[in-house]
């Protein structure tokens, strides 16, 4: 957890201490996603989930859709991995990239409420 208010403010320290307090490639289930969510009051999915999967295109496929829904006056949100340039780049609401404080500020929420989860 950061220590003081120039890390809680650093994404680049998150994303490196995100790293080292998960330290497995993969961890199948969603029993760890769940108890975080409860913690955070976190209930239920949005009304409409869309969920890519596939070898190729995926990012094309997002983005596509995510102009077509934003052009029908829907609200989104997309989550797509890797990046390119920038972590901040895989996360966008109503096609707008999200901003790093937005993102540090989410992540310190999580860790709150985490409660070891890793």
Same mark, same amino acid.
């Given at each position: ?9 650093? &994404? ?7 790293? +080292?307090?998960?330290?497995?490639? $993969?961890?199948?289930?969603?029993? @760890? /996603? ?7 009051g976190i209930e239920k999915l ?22 077509? &829904? ?7 949100? +997309?989550?797509?991995?890797?990046? $390119?340039?920038?972590?901040?780049? @895989? /996360? ?16 310190e929420k999580v860790e709150l ?6």
């Amino acid at each position: 957890m950061p220590h003081n208010l120039a890390e809680v403010q650093d &994404l680049d320290y998150w994303l490196r201490y995100i790293s +080292s307090v998960h330290p497995r490639d $993969i961890e199948l289930g969603l029993d @760890r /996603i769940r108890l975080v969510a409860n913690n955070l009051g976190i209930e239920k999915l949005a009304p409409q989930v869309v969920v890519v999967a596939g070898t190729n295109g995926k990012g094309s496929c997002v983005i596509s859709m995510e102009e077509i &829904l934003l052009a029908a006056d829907y609200k989104t949100a +997309s989550y797509t991995s890797p990046h $390119i340039h920038r972590y901040a780049e @895989r /996360i966008k609401l109503n096609g707008s990239e999200v901003n790093a404080e937005t993102l540090c500020a989410a992540f310190e929420k999580v860790e709150l409420c985490r409660e070891g989860v890793s």
